[in-house]
């Protein structure tokens, strides 16, 4: 069986439907267009931190995992939802970005979806994109996301392949002060060592 490579460039206007795509003969699944809404508000395993960059923009950069529903006709886009996300956010220009993992498990029907979320956020509007596989058929998946989205608040008015998109693009260059600071220090630190090891080798040489 050939390989199929499919690339996704950006966000086009509106949002598009998700598809699945059957790959393999031995597992068929119907190519269509589905759609999904849902919400993922609880949250769990937070690590959060806020910092400044050397231009003064303010950074915040969340760790998360988020549960809820999803709900659709797709069965494995139907049941509960989780979605683990790392989101970093430029407060003083009003927007970042999020990308991570989600997956819906419906128990009913053992049918399943395990896809890759990237997305830019502008203010609360998320508008991205996820690739991944359903399961139980296998198969791929492809779409488009939008939400509302917030560190503390997680994800509400989710829709999957539905909706308008904002068709928002950014260049993020942002980099908190802090770890600048540590980046330089390492390179330092490394050049110091270098140096170290090596005036070691030239007494260790020279006493031979």
Known sequence: MRKMR???????????????????????????????????????????????????????????????????????????????????????KNVGFVEGKLHVDNATTHAKADARLTAVRSGNALEGLIKGRVHEPSALLLGNLSATFTEAGGFTAGQLGAGGGNNAAIVFGAKCGEDEHEDKQDVKKKQDEKKSDKHADGKGKGKK
């Open 6 to 92: 499919i690339g996704l460039a950006a966000v086009t206007a509106g949002a598009l439907a998700l598809a699945t795509v059957s790959l393999a003969k031995d597992e068929p699944a119907a190519t269509k267009a589905v759609s999904a809404t849902f919400t993922a508000t609880q949250a769990s395993h937070l690590e959060a931190k806020t910092c400044a960059t050397k231009g003064g923009d303010t950074i915040r950069e969340l760790h998360a995992t988020f549960t809820g529903t999803s709900t659709s006709s797709e069965p494995s886009l139907n049941g509960p939802l989780t979605i683990t996300v790392k989101s970093v956010f430029d407060v003083t």
